[in-house]
């Protein structure tokens, strides 16, 4: 299988990093950067979201590549093998592999949303997604959407392909460090997700969980302050769909 990795970058931070990380797997890559670098695959465009990075790097996938790596340029990347295996099965589409995160609240969030992801794949991983080219074409180009990797995954369902969560695969990655910054990254995610929606036909569980999520989203307050920030930025995401909001891009730093 002839890999190849496409990298997004909103700015030139952690590009050099990501270069000599993937010269040293050996792989063809191309990173899409909102910054201008000297660098032969280093690509400049302006920073639309990374749904437009995604539709842009699309032109420079080499026409050889069977399998697509989605990778954003804030990580460092672990068993790809792993993820790669699961192609052996013809009917696999898609693999997504896990974030990791060493610190800050997300830390207690992926050990509730993983054991989810295993049962039913509701969220993408837009840090490490490896697509079928053929397929990563035909679902393309992405329309505007702040959860790109989600509305990739429930696009690859709704075309009848099978979906696999690899948590052996991993994208080491830093999130938010405080509960309160939960908040806006929560929201963002969940109003892309609810945009993915109605853009797509996902398995009717996955349907069923987003009808459901706002509802339900006050069991979080058991987990103290963190739960109740998640349980805001869910509630919040929702609102903002709900009235309107059909754009790609977020323009709060909830990391700072």
């Not at 460092?76 to 060493?102: S, W, Y």
């Not at 996955?206 to 509630?235: A, H, N």
């Amino acid at each position: 299988m002839k890999l190849f990795f496409l990298v997004l970058a909103r700015d030139k931070a952690h590009v050099h990093d990501k270069i000599r990380e993937l010269e040293n797997l050996n792989v063809q890559y191309k990173i899409v950067c909102g910054d201008r670098l000297d660098h032969p695959n280093v690509v400049y465009q302006v920073p639309r979201g990374k749904y437009a990075a995604v539709n842009f790097g699309a032109s420079l996938i080499p026409k050889e590549t069977d399998i697509v790596a989605m990778n954003d340029v804030d990580t460092r990347i672990h068993n790809i093998d792993q993820a790669l295996q699961r192609f052996k099965d013809e009917k696999v589409a898609l693999v997504f592999g896990t974030e990791k995160v060493d610190e800050g609240p997300q830390k207690l969030f992926l050990r509730i949303l993983n054991p989810i992801r295993n049962k039913i794949p509701i969220a993408g991983t837009g840090e490490l997604m490896f697509i079928r080219r053929g397929v990563f074409d035909e679902i393309g180009p992405l329309p505007p959407c702040k959860a790109e990797d989600t509305y990739i995954l429930f696009k690859v369902q709704e075309n009848g392909y099978k979906v696999v969560f690899c948590e052996n695969c991993y994208a080491e990655t830093q999130r938010t460090k405080t509960a309160q910054k939960e908040e806006p990254y929560r929201r963002k995610t969940v109003a892309g997700i609810y945009q993915a929606l109605s853009y797509s036909k996902p398995p009717p569980l996955t349907r069923l969980f987003y009808i459901l999520l706002p509802l339900v989203s006050p069991i979080l307050l058991v987990s103290g302050q963190k739960g109740y920030f998640w349980m805001r930025g869910i509630l919040l995401g929702f609102l903002d769909y709900a009235r309107g909001d059909r754009t790609g891009t977020w323009t709060t730093n909830y990391m700072e």
